[in-house]
Structure formats: structure tokens, C-alpha cells
């Protein structure tokens, strides 16, 4: 969420903090801009302006420019909305009592545009009682006044900056209908963009048929006849004439919506309806009447209409009571919402009907209330509503058949500057406490739906620190939150240590810290190339991220050595425990673990080993490997034992795979079976991909050693194992038999993944019957826990087969699969590229990532050619060029870098790469972009301070398993890890958010 107002936050225009803000009074303009109603040092106040730039229009207690008077109560219904590109329209009754209607431009410049007392423009009579305006995007406005010539009804027209215009008055002649003069003008009215008004009033000299409703262009326009009392309706079979008019909207084109009674003959169940007249025909269509069959839910009928919205593009929505008989005998279900966007009116929601979570899909359960609608300038709808125990706010696109889904609930996380969580517990949008037939818009009204479909809400939150509440626009963009960067004061280093570079591929925990490596630029605050490079993690301090200095080269290690080279980025887990090797100043190497600021060597050069299946006795010999730390402190890593004959520890056994921590035990160890399922003895394991789940259950890549008697030759050497705790098993191995498709051998497995519910995931080249190299023979397999794998794709193959790409031409098939990667259950996410020429494939879209759910079904996420998603996740103009090989988080959000097509949507060579999120709902969001201006230290040597600089490279850690004890650059909350490079070369570290 984008913050507009926070209670504590200093008030502008004042020397004091807001401590309260309207949950009612406070509305969007369609530039974005706000105008709200709020408190600050026990006075009542109205802001406006763009968030991060507002500025006060009134206080109580300031002059009201033009009276003798100053301002008073700004929270009159509806009293407040913001004017595009000119600042915002209030009303206030003064402390005279006296109601008045403004607009305020920056600065603020005030001007009066009417006041109850004041004498109106010709001063042959002064307004008495004023009532709400309906005021359009341009600040233009219609109100009803009386005059204290006989209590005169008037209805005016006002410019912005007025003065205003009489446009009805009692006693004036009607020309619509000859021989007619106006009676109470403007009993209902609204105002649109090109200053056209509809009205309701009651004639006199018209008979029995005095109830009209006009439209006009004010403030010289002629009125135009809409509907009168007395005429037939236009509806299907309905012989019943209009009798009053409650309420109407118009829009940029002049069409009117409009609700009204029947008289004549119609029944008690019927006898209010909806109508559109067509301003470009003159033509009135029927919408709904009190007694049709609702659209949506069977068994379900209009009883009676609330509210109406009808938007410039033709979008219309109305608010009903539904009932479940026709004839007005039976209960009532209550209040729904329906749309038109161009097919007829579909439900949006009803009570007692189910409610959608934000992916559209899953039930978030059946609506116990609908509180408040909004309608954007587009036709988009928001709706504030209970569901059995919570409460939220839902979005419906303007489009026909779309699904309503979930923005916003009470329970939802947020998070502040400092990446702390802040829960929900209170969602509202303005105008909310109270529903009512003047709020909503889109036109006239206060709204509180942007263009873009981002609504202003009033929320409350709880957190660790506090309590929060304010206003926020609800916006589902990427936050960011800078770590550091080169030139920043180095923690934990002397005062004028500056950082020089930071290294790619640093390690992001579940609760969002990072862990990182840096080099110092030598020469500042008594740097020496000894001393230059460290280890940083973040810890929380006072509820803020820290970067706190962890490991520095010629410092000392916990067991009493002195630090060397820290040549490999640490990994960090959700216990804030943190692992990594060093080299030693003297020689060897250790392996260093455990919480900040209680680190021990885990193992080290010339140590014993001690672990159970390893000779008692046996000496590390180096130590420093791949390696793998899960959350429960278990770390495990691959080693050379020291050399001893008398130890039976020779060329042929001296490495293993060794897991420490609770329960240590050797893995694997060279020259032992590689288990069970496979012929052969491992190699040397040294630098093997291995990886450890939460439960500490271990996967890992190995070679076996060749054995022409067994078949085992370099190319099928390969292997992949698992260790359940207990035993080794080998999952599949180069020269066995797969499982599916039937008769084809493994040839090369690779690129293992792991995950928390010990599946594995692995990429393999195949051999053997039907199989064509470069064309079927690539595919990607899962094993749960050590299980037979199973095939997930396989290039080649179409979609009629069963291992196809989702959403292209089932004839597509895949001709390349890369690496995959794992959420915590059983889906990977994989980068592949398709045949050119099989199912309409060509060269521009030739390219995708994809998942698989781990049943062999495909899924297209993003795809080469397609439209690539701007910051809000909105299509852009700018398409997909290629990906690298994505990342998906222990929840399943997808992480991935791309370059996007130069030439297409103003892509240039140095703004044509990006990375991509998605969010819990699997909605991408461009996070940060090569050309992207950021402020960045400037070193103090420099002159200090800060610098806008261009961003030139993007990158992210995108190696490991959903295991979570690697490197993972996004996490289940929606934090995703980056390095950033800029045009001057320097280097930052960053986090950013997809809630």
C-alpha cells in the first residue's frame, strides 16, 4: 500500500500531527490526486494535492476568504472530492452557520463560489439554504438553492472559479414543454465533464404530468425532454407510466441513468425500475424493474434499487435488493451489485453468494454484507464487504465476464520502511459507515476508485510496534528497500570505511534479512588489501533491519584463527543463523556457522572429524565446498578427509558428504554404493551440487567411478541420490532404465531441486529407443522422496500427448528445457523454448517459463512476444524478448529476469532488461529496469551525499531448491532479492516487495 496520510504523520500547513482522518470524507480525482478531510492539533481540516505533496485548503478557525467569517465543519455528506488539474472542491458551514461551496488551487488559492446569505451574481436576492453540489472533473458544479425572494427553488451553475449562473428557477418558464414554468427545479441532479446537467423537477401548468426529468447544457443550454410522468415505460411488456424520479447520473456523452416509480396500474412488486436514455438516439431502454429475475443466481429478484453508476465509456452498475420470489410474498436474500459492460447485466456480488480471494479461484465464502460501492471514470468497480467473521474490499473489472475478486482483507500483511509486518484490522472505503445514493461517482460524486483500479482506503493496522491508521491507496506495486551500497559507510569497519563493491547472489532468509558479501575500498578508514573483504547480515534492532558486520578477512574466527580470503556469498536461514567457509590466514580452511554473534567452526582444516561413518580419528583436509544450511542449524557440505594409510583414508575414499548439527552422519562417502537403485561407488565428491531440506533429509549430484563392467563411461556417470535420514537411495543414475516414457535410459542428470516435502526435481538428457538428440532429448522428472521419478515435460512431445506447453497450440512442442526450480510442495517452475514451426511457433515467441504442478500438466506463465507487465502489474507496450532461468518462492511466486525486445513499446539497449515478479495470486509486476534512476550514495571523498544514477544492470540470485537452505532469491512473503550495478559502476544490494 501507498501511504497518503498516516495518523502521527505531520500535518502540512500546520505545526502539528494528524491525529485522526475521516473514514468518510475522502475521494480521488482521475490525475490521482486526493482531497480528505482529517484532524490535526484538535482542529478539522481539508488537504489535497499528491501523496508526498499535500497542502491545506482550511482549517477551523482560518478565514474564509470573502465573509466575515472563518471556516468550521468540513464534514458535511459528500463535502470534499478532488478537481483534475485545479485542486479540490469542499464545502464547509462556517462558524456563522452559514454553508458555503469552494474550490482551492495550490498555494491554496480559495475562491468562494457560493455562500447561504451571500446575495446571488445579480443581487436581487440573497441564497438561503444551500445543498450538496454535484461537481465535475473540472471543478465545475450544479447545486439547488433556495432565495429568501419567497423561498424561491433555484438550481445553478457554477464555474470553478464562478461566479455562478442560474440555469432553473420557480416561476421561469420550462420551453421543453410549452405553456410550463419550472416548480422545484433540481430536486435530484447531476453534472458531467462537458458541463451538460440532468435534473429531476415538478411543473406547473402541466396537469396531472408535473414530475419531468430534463437534461440541458448549462449554463445557456435549452432543456431537453428525457422522460415525464405519465409516459408509457419502454420495458418488455410494460404498460405502466412513469410516476416519479429519484435519482439520476449522467455521463461525458449525455446518456442518463435513471431510476423511477410506475403509477398507473403496476402492482406493489413492480413498481420501481432502472432506465438508460441514449443521448446520441433519444431512445430509453429498460435496465431492470422491481420483480425481473436477477442475472447470476436462480431463484433471485429485484426488489429494490439503491444506488447507480454509469461511466463515460457506457458502463453502468447498479446496487439492488434482491428477494427470492417474484411477487413480493417471500424473504429478502439483500444487496447485490450488477454490471453492463456490454453484454447485459452480470452479478458482482450478492449476499449469500460466494466471494472470490485475490487469485479469482479459490472461495473466500459467502458475503454477509456489501457496505459501499465505487465506480471508477472506466467503469471499474470497488466494493467494501463482510464475509462471515472478515472484511475487505473487492475489485471488478469493466469487461464482460470478468471475476470479482479480492484487493484488500482484514488479516492481510503490510509491511513499513523497515520490512516489519503490519496486520490489518480494519479496511474501509470513504463513505463506507453510511450507504447512501450520493457517494460513489463516477461522475458528480466524491469517488474513491482510480482510473486504474486502485482504490483509497481508510485502514487500520497493528504491528509488533504499534498501531497504524490512515489513508492508503491500495496499489499492488513493488516496494523497495535499500541494504547498501559501495561508497556507504561499511558497518562494523572504522568511520570512513567505504564499501567498493557489493557481490552478487547475497542470501535472503524467509523473514526477509539478508546476508551479504563485500570488499572494502582499500585505503579508506585504514583499509589494507588484507583486510578487505567481509561477511554483513542483517539483524533486527529496535524492530530495524541492521546490517551488522559478521566475518572480515584478518579479523579473528571463532575458534581463534584469523580470517583469509571470504571467497563464497553466506546463506542465511530463518533463524537468523548464518553459514559460510573462509580460508584461514595460516593455512586450511574451516567451514563457520551459527547465530550472529555466537558463530563456531563447524569444521576445519586438521580438525577431527568425529562423525558417525568416518574412521574414528580422520582429519579434515579441506573443507570449503557447496554447501547447504537449513533452519535448524543443519549444515551440510562436501569435504577431502586428510590422507591416512593406518586410517585405511586413501586417494580413493578421501571425500564425503558430511552433514552437521544435530545428528551428524556421513552422507556419502567416495569409493561407498551410491545406493540403493544403482550400480556403481561414488567418486570423488568434492564440490557436488548437494542440497538439505528443513527435516534435514539431504539430495545431492554425483559421478560414480567409471566402470567399463558396469557400463559406467564419463557421459553416463551421473547421478542423483537422496539420503532419507536413515539410508541412501539412488533416484536416478546415467544408464538406467527411466520409468516414463518406456525402454529410454538417463543419460546426464543435472540441475537437481529439492524441497521440504523431499521431492526432487531434476533435469536429465535421455538415450535409447526413439530418442533424437536435439530433438526429444531433454525432459524434466520429480521423485518424491526417493520414489520412482516421474516425467513432467519432455522436448518433442505435444500437448495432445500429455507433456505439452498450456496456453499455446496444443501442437507446439518443446525443443529445449532448462533448470528447474521448486516450491515447498510439488511445482516447478522452468525456463524452455519451443519448436519454430510446430503449432504456429515462430522465432519472436518462440520462448516461455512455465510450471508444472507435478502431474504432468503444463502451465504458461510468461511468454517471448508477450505483453511485459509495467510496476502495477498492467500490460505494458513493451514485450518479452527472453528470460533467464526463474526462481519460485517456498508459496509459489515466480521471480525472473528478462530482456524485453528493443524497438517495441520505447525499449532502448539501455532500459531493455527487468525483472519480474509475481505475486500470491500469480499476477506479475515489473520490480526494477535497467535505466531506472535511483539515489545512491556518493562517496565522501566525493563530496558525500547522494546521487541520482542510472541503473545498467539487474540481477538476482537464481540458484537452489525450495528447500530453502541455498540461495533463494524470493521468499513466501513476497520479498525477492537483487544486486544492482549503476552507470558509474557502482554496485548496491536491494530488497523489494510483491505483497
Known amino acids: 500500500m501507498t501511504p497518503v496520510a498516516e495518523v502521527g504523520d505531520s500535518a502540512p500547513g500546520t505545526a502539528s500531527n494528524w491525529s485522526a482522518l475521516s473514514l468518510s470524507y475522502a475521494a480521488v480525482g482521475t490525475d490521482g490526486g486526493v482531497a480528505f478531510v482529517g484532524t490535526a492539533g484538535g482542529l478539522e481540516g481539508a488537504w489535497f494535492g499528491d501523496p508526498g505533496s499535500l497542502e491545506l485548503a482550511g482549517i477551523v478557525g482560518d478565514a474564509a476568504p470573502g465573509t466575515l467569517s472563518t471556516f468550521n465543519d468540513f464534514t458535511n455528506s459528500n463535502g470534499i472530492t478532488p478537481v483534475t488539474g485545479f485542486g479540490v472542491a469542499f464545502h464547509n458551514r462556517l462558524a456563522d452557520t452559514n454553508m458555503s461551496f469552494w474550490t482551492a488551487s495550490s498555494g ?15 443581487a436581487t436576492a440573497n441564497f438561503t439554504t444551500l445543498n450538496k453540489p454535484s461537481i465535475n472533473n473540472d471543478g465545475n458544479s450544479v447545486f439547488r438553492a433556495q432565495l429568501d425572494a419567497g423561498g424561491t427553488r433555484t438550481l445553478w451553475f457554477s464555474p470553478a472559479a464562478g461566479p455562478a449562473a442560474s440555469i432553473a428557477r420557480n416561476t421561469e418558464a420550462m420551453s421543453a414543454i410549452g405553456g410550463t414554468t419550472y416548480n422545484g427545479p433540481g430536486a435530484n441532479y447531476s453534472a458531467n465533464d462537458n458541463d451538460a446537467v440532468s435534473f429531476t423537477c415538478s411543473l406547473l401548468g402541466a396537469g396531472a404530468n408535473d414530475q419531468v426529468l430534463l437534461s440541458l447544457v448549462a449554463p445557456a443550454g435549452a432543456p431537453v425532454l428525457v422522460a415525464r410522468e405519465g409516459d408509457i415505460t419502454p420495458g418488455p411488456g410494460t404498460t405502466e407510466p412513469f410516476a416519479t424520479f429519484p435519482d439520476c447520473h449522467i ?54 434499487f439503491q444506488e447507480l453508476f454509469l461511466a463515460n465509456n457506457g458502463v453502468l452498475a447498479i446496487v439492488a435488493v434482491a428477494r427470492d420470489t417474484a411477487n413480493n410474498t417471500g424473504s429478502l436474500i439483500g444487496r447485490g451489485v450488477w454490471i453492463d459492460a456490454g453484454g447485459g447485466l452480470e452479478l458482482v456480488a450478492l449476499v449469500g453468494e460466494n466471494a472470490f480471494e485475490k487469485d479469482g479461484v479459490t472461495v473466500f465464502g459467502p458475503v454477509t454484507s456489501i457496505n459501499q460501492v465505487t465506480m471508477s471514470m472506466d467503469g471499474d468497480l470497488a466494493l467494501e464487504m463482510n464475509g462471515g467473521s472478515s472484511k475487505g474490499v473487492w475489485y471488478r473489472e469493466a469487461t464482460v465476464a470478468a471475476t470479482t475478486r479480492l484487493q484488500i482483507a482484514l488479516g492481510d500483511k503490510t509491511y513499513d520502511g523497515n520490512r516489519q509486518v503490519r496486520i490489518v484490522s480494519g479496511v474501509d472505503l470513504p463513505e463506507a459507515e453510511v450507504f447512501t445514493p450520493s457517494g460513489g461517482g463516477p461522475l458528480g460524486r466524491a469517488r474513491s476508485l482510480r482510473n486504474d483500479g486502485v482504490p483509497l482506503l481508510h485502514v487500520k493496522m497493528n504491528s509488533d510496534s504499534g498501531s497504524y491508521e490512515g489513508l492508503y491507496f491500495a496499489e499492488r506495486q513493488a516496494l523497495n528497500f535499500f541494504i547498501t551500497s559501495t561508497s556507504e559507510q561499511a558497518p562494523g569497519a572504522a568511520v570512513g570505511t567505504e564499501f567498493e563493491s557489493i557481490r552478487p547472489a547475497a542470501s535472503m532468509s524467509e523473514n526477509a534479512l539478508v546476508a551479504m558479501r563485500g570488499y572494502l575500498r582499500v585505503g579508506t578508514g585504514g583499509t589494507a588489501l588484507a583486510d578487505s573483504q567481509g561477511i554483513w ?26 580470517y583469509g580470503q571470504l571467497p563464497v556469498n553466506p546463506i542465511f536461514n530463518t533463524a537468523g543463523d548464518i553459514a559460510f567457509p573462509a580460508e584461514l590466514d595460516g593455512g586450511g580452511n574451516a567451514l563457520i556457522a551459527g547465530p550472529i554473534g555466537s558463530l563456531v567452526e563447524i569444521a576445519k582444516t586438521g580438525e577431527l572429524v568425529g562423525i558417525t561413518g568416518i574412521p574414528s580419528g580422520a582429519l579434515y583436509e579441506y573443507v570449503r565446498s557447496t554447501f547447504a544450511y537449513n533452519d535448524n542449524g543443519n549444515l551440510v557440505a562436501g569435504c577431502t578427509l586428510r590422507r591416512d594409510s593406518g586410517l585405511g583414508i586413501t586417494v580413493n575414499n578421501d571425500s564425503a558428504i558430511l552433514r552437521h548439527g544435530l545428528s551428524p552422519r556421513a552422507i556419502a562417502r567416495e569409493g561407498a554404493s551410491v545406493g540403493a537403485g544403482a550400480a556403481g561407488v561414488f567418486d570423488h565428491l568434492l564440490n557436488r551440487p548437494v542440497l538439505i531440506n528443513s527435516a534435514g533429509r539431504v539430495a545431492f549430484l554425483a559421478n560414480r567411478k567409471r566402470n567399463p563392467a558396469l557400463s559406467i563411461t564419463t557421459d553416463n556417470a551421473t ?8 539410508s541412501l537411495i539412488c533416484v536416478a543414475a546415467g544408464g538406467a532404465v527411466a520409468v516414463n516414457p518406456g525402454g529410454v535410459q538417463y543419460l546426464k542428470p543435472s540441475d537437481l531441486t529439492f524441497n521440504n516435502a523431499n521431492r526432487i526435481g531434476f533435469r536429465t538428457t535421455l538415450q535409447g529407443g526413439g530418442v533424437t538428440p536435439g530433438v526429444n532429448d531433454v525432459a524434466l522428472y520429480s521423485s518424491n522422496a526417493g520414489a520412482a521419478p516421474v516425467l513432467l515435460v519432455r522436448t518433442g512431445t505435444t500437448q495432445l500427448s500429455g507433456f505439452g506447453p498450456a496456453g499455446v497450440d496444443p501442437a507446439a512442442t518443446f525443443i529445449g528445457i532448462n533448470r528447474p526450480d521448486s516450491d ?103 520490480v526494477v529496469q535497467e535505466g531506472q534512476l535511483m539515489d545512491v550514495a556518493v562517496a565522501a571523498s566525493l563530496g558525500g551525499g547522494t546521487s541520482s544514477k542510472a541503473i545498467v544492470e539487474v540481477g538476482y540470485p537464481n540458484t537452489g531448491g525450495g528447500a530453502g537452505g541455498f540461495y533463494k532469491a524470493i521468499n513466501s512473503e513476497g520479498f525477492v532479492m537483487t544486486y544492482l550495478t549503476f552507470e558509474d559502476g557502482e554496485t548496491a544490494s536491494m530488497v523489494f516487495l510483491v505483497p
Open 108 to 122: 491554496p488559492v480559495l475562491n468562494l463560489l457560493a455562500m447561504e446569505g451571500a446575495a446571488i451574481p445579480d
Open 251 to 304: 455521463n461525458d456523452s449525455g446518456d442518463i441513468l435513471f431510476d423511477a416509480t410506475l403509477g398507473g396500474a403496476a402492482l406493489a412488486h413492480n413498481n420501481t425500475g432502472v432506465w438508460l436514455y441514449d443521448a446520441g438516439t433519444t431512445s430509453l431502454s429498460e435496465v431492470a424493474v422491481e420483480g425481473d429475475a436477477v442475472p447470476g443466481v436462480a431463484g433471485a429478484f429485484f426488489h429494490d
Open 537 to 562: 547480515a542483517e539483524e533486527l534492532v529496535g524492530g530495524v533491519p541492521q546490517l551488522t558486520l559478521i566475518a572480515r578477512s584478518g579479523e579473528a574466527t571463532p575458534g581463534g584463527d584469523t
Open 719 to 726: 547421478a542423483v541420490c537422496y539420503h532419507n535420514g536413515s
Open 824 to 926: 515447498a510442495a510439488s511445482t516447478l517452475v522452468f525456463r524452455a523454448t519451443l519448436t519454430v514451426g510446430a503449432g504456429g511457433v515462430i522465432a519472436s515467441d518462440d520462448e516461455g517459463i512455465w510450471t508444472n504442478a507435478g502431474a504432468g500438466t503444463t502451465a504458461l506463465l510468461l511468454r517471448k512476444g508477450g505483453a511485459a507487465p509495467d510496476a502495477s502489474g498492467v500490460a505494458s507496450t513493451a514485450v518479452f524478448e527472453s528470460f533467464d532461468d526463474p526462481v519460485i518462492s517456498l508459496d509459489g511466486r515466480v521471480v525472473v529476469g528478462a530482456n524485453l525486445r528493443i524497438g517495441v513499446g520505447g525499449i532502448t539497449a539501455d532500459t531493455n532488461r527487468a525483472i519480474f515478479v509475481s505475486d500470491s495470486a500469480g499476477v506479475f509486476y515489473r
